[in-house]
């Protein structure tokens, strides 16, 4: 309880010092209240620049496709991770975490299969959280990847998805993932509702809201947010990360402390001073290697280490 509060503190106070320089000069927010076409836009861009070129693509079906990340040297019946990209559910692809998913996959000897799924409001749920659970079930029955050692991620709305993915597999029994990294996830439509906060870096209240009623489009909040879920039995273990002065902290640090009271061992890596989307825009800062080290800690515990 004592570092909840020290950390929830900290939500107003100073940025970390390896990424205050960057902080002067990022958004507060993508102003997704004004449209969808230009944070569209800059979000390809990145995705442009980020973008590997030999990279394996695979088709799952017609609507929904995989950027396939295996380093040399794997086993025949490989660990793996379906990776889910961020964006807030309405905007973003696969291409922009190639850079992430290739460093993950060679620090941890895990397979990483990103996949692309299709995007609110044109298609709202459940049309992005069926496309990734069509992509676990095809990741699953590759005949090169052990299906006992799966696990599901994402960053941001992705990360929000990876969390509805986790509900989803548990309901239908199919496939069952040892591990849920959700790395500063979107999880409850009601933050941001009344914004009375901070002002805060990259995603808005403004904007998380906006995205949750493009995403939902009239489906019933209570059966389809993972925050409103009551039943956290039988879920996958959580690595979930989440930094101070990132908008969904104290959604993401609720989160983890449901899946404890269910029985869930559930790890909170806090970023102190951090704010969203730091580790993608300074991969190389102290904070973001320390909070990707305690990814590829977990990671490989999860899918590797318990299986030497």
């Not at 933050?191 to 870096?201: F, I, S, V």
């Amino acid at each position: 309880m004592a570092q909840y509060i020290t950390a929830t503190a900290d939500a107003h106070g100073e940025v970390d010092p390896g990424l205050r320089v960057a902080a002067r000069f990022l958004p507060r927010g993508y102003a997704l209240h004004r449209g969808l076409r230009l944070p569209r836009a800059a979000m390809a861009l990145a995705g442009r620049f980020g973008k590997l070129r030999d990279v394996e693509t695979h088709a799952v079906n017609p609507n929904v496709g995989v950027r396939l990340h295996r380093p040399d040297g794997l086993p025949y019946r490989a660990p793996a991770l379906l990776w889910i990209h961020g964006g807030g559910m309405v905007m973003g692809n696969p291409a922009q975490d190639d850079k992430l998913c290739r460093r993950l996959s060679h620090l941890t000897d895990v397979a990483i299969a990103a996949v692309q799924y299709r995007l609110a409001p044109e298609h709202p749920y459940p049309t992005p959280l069926e496309d990734c659970y069509a992509a676990l079930l095809w990741l699953a029955n590759q005949p090169w990847v052990d299906p006992a050692r799966i696990a599901i991620g994402g960053e941001s709305g992705g990360g929000g998805l990876a969390a509805a993915l986790a509900i989803l597999a548990r309901d239908r029994g199919e496939v069952s993932p040892v591990l849920q990294m959700l790395v500063y996830p979107m999880l409850d439509d009601r933050t941001g509702m009344h914004a009375n906060g901070p002002a805060r870096r990259i995603w808005s209240a403004r904007d998380n809201q906006a995205a949750w009623r493009w995403y939902l489009r009239g489906a019933n909040p209570e059966t389809t947010v993972p925050a409103r879920n009551n039943d956290f039995t039988g879920l996958p273990p959580a690595w979930i990360g989440i930094g101070t002065h990132d908008l969904f902290f104290d959604e993401s640090l609720a989160y983890g402390e449901r899946l404890r009271d269910a029985g869930v061992p559930s790890h909170d890596e806090i970023a102190v001073g951090a704010f969203h989307a730091f580790d993608y825009i300074l991969p190389n800062a102290p904070v973001s290697l320390r909070f990707l080290a305690s990814q590829c800690r977990h990671l490989r515990a999860a899918l590797i280490d318990q299986s030497a």
